[in-house]
């Protein structure tokens, strides 16, 4: 086990990650009009999936020790459509480990239980099967996704939970964004939607593709890429999921190193799930069925040994879990 070095109050390498980002989406966003749009979409595209990033790093507790401020730095919704708190609420349950997959316990799982698969009409099941490749990933991944969050959100509506502070908070993020996209730079909400937030999130969804299979052993749910530097750095590398896992609190500049030092043991853990690239996966399977989209059911839980290996444990030089509430 590598020896751990303490985490700074501020990380700068992730600080500086948030500037690049905010300014790359200004300046593309200020001279759209100059840009073609297959240069437009491509730089749009990475741009908002790399904030999704961000995110996922400020759910974790990063980069400061202060919540209120790292909240703050991803204040600004550049996908628009999924407020950040109940990212945060659902990705935190996501990392219960044992429960990983399970279609009823995991928010993040795209498996369907057997009973529900059962009672799709087969043109939905095609659409399903579709999505399980990665061209269909791409193409039905952000409108899934979409429409069973609001799907969810208007049945709590419906049964009195409206989070109103939840709300308020997107009100504010996603208006920032259109304020400046179609006040200051004059782009049209379609221009925007078509360029930037529906193709940024089907990129970032390119990570979530593969990174877990449901299996009897905990361990072996979760995957490993090892990705080239324009995958790492658009993932901050949560590529190398199985570390992740493991120790959510690590910053993703410190993952890397972690991996190289018992990359052995990761994959010995996790049953060699692992690829080489994602020019493995794109080859492997843009046109075929990663695996069939119902849960296979009836897995038998391994408990995951010692306190390191717990869901949300933290080791010396590691952030803590960010709180529920803010």
């Known amino acids: 086990m590598t020896r751990a070095t303490p985490v700074p109050a501020v990380e700068w390498p992730t600080l500086a990650v948030a500037a690049a980002?905010?300014?790359?989406?200004?300046?593309?966003?200020?001279?759209?009009?100059?840009?073609?749009?297959?240069?437009?979409?491509?730089?749009?595209?990475?741009?908002?999936?790399?904030?999704?990033?961000?995110?996922?790093?400020?759910?974790?507790g990063h980069p400061t020790r202060l919540p209120w401020l790292n909240r703050l730095l991803v204040l600004p919704n550049l996908w628009l459509w999924l407020p950040y708190e109940r990212?945060?609420?659902?990705?935190?349950?996501?990392?219960?480990?044992?429960?990983?997959?399970d279609p009823l316990q995991d928010p993040e799982s795209y498996y369907l239980p057997p009973e529900r698969w059962r009672a799709l009409p087969r043109p939905l099941r095609r659409l399903y099967r579709l999505r399980n490749t990665l061209l269909g990933r791409l193409l039905l991944g952000p409108p899934f996704a979409i429409m069973a969050y609001y799907r969810g959100e208007l049945a709590l509506w419906r049964a009195g939970r409206f989070d109103l502070p939840v709300w308020l908070l997107q009100v504010v993020g996603v208006g920032l964004v259109l304020w400046w996209v179609i006040g200051v730079c004059g782009m049209s909400l379609d221009a925007y939607l078509l360029a930037f937030?529906?193709?940024?999130?089907?990129?970032?969804?390119?990570?979530?593709?593969?990174?877990?299979?449901?299996?009897?052993?905990?361990?072996?749910?979760?995957?490993?890429?090892?990705?080239?530097?324009?995958?790492?750095?658009?993932?901050?590398?949560?590529?190398?999921?199985?570390?992740?896992?493991?120790?959510?609190?690590?910053?993703?500049y410190r993952l890397p190193a972690a991996y190289?030092?018992?990359?052995?043991?990761?994959?010995?853990?996790?049953?060699?799930?692992?690829?080489?690239?994602y020019g493995e996966i794109l080859g492997r399977f843009l046109l075929r069925q990663k695996e069939r989209p119902v849960h296979p059911g009836g897995l038998l839980v391994s408990p995951l040994v010692g306190p390191a290996s717990r869901a949300g444990a933290t080791r010396p030089g590691e952030a803590p879990e960010a709180p529920t509430s803010y």
């Not at 905010?22 to 790399?50: D, K, M, Q, R």
């Not at 990212?87 to 997959?101: C, K, M, V």
């Not at 593709?209 to 590398?237: D, I, K, M």
């Not at 043991?265 to 690829?275: H, I, M, P, Q, T």
């Open 21 to 60: 980002i905010y300014l790359g989406f200004g300046l593309v966003t200020w001279f759209h009009e100059s840009i073609p749009f297959w240069l437009l979409l491509p730089l749009g595209a990475y741009l908002v999936a790399w904030h999704s990033s961000l995110q996922h790093e400020v759910v974790h």
């Open 260 to 277: 190289r030092a018992e990359r052995d043991r990761y994959l010995a853990e996790n049953g060699s799930y692992l690829y080489r690239g």
């Open 197 to 252: 937030a529906l193709p940024g999130i089907a990129l970032s969804l390119v990570r979530s593709f593969l990174e877990h299979r449901a299996v009897p052993e905990v361990r072996e749910r979760t995957a490993v890429v090892e990705a080239g530097r324009f995958w790492s750095l658009l993932f901050l590398n949560n590529n190398l999921h199985a570390v992740h896992h493991e120790r959510p609190g690590l910053p993703w």
């Open 87 to 101: 990212y945060r609420d659902g990705h935190l349950q996501h990392h219960r480990d044992e429960l990983l997959t």
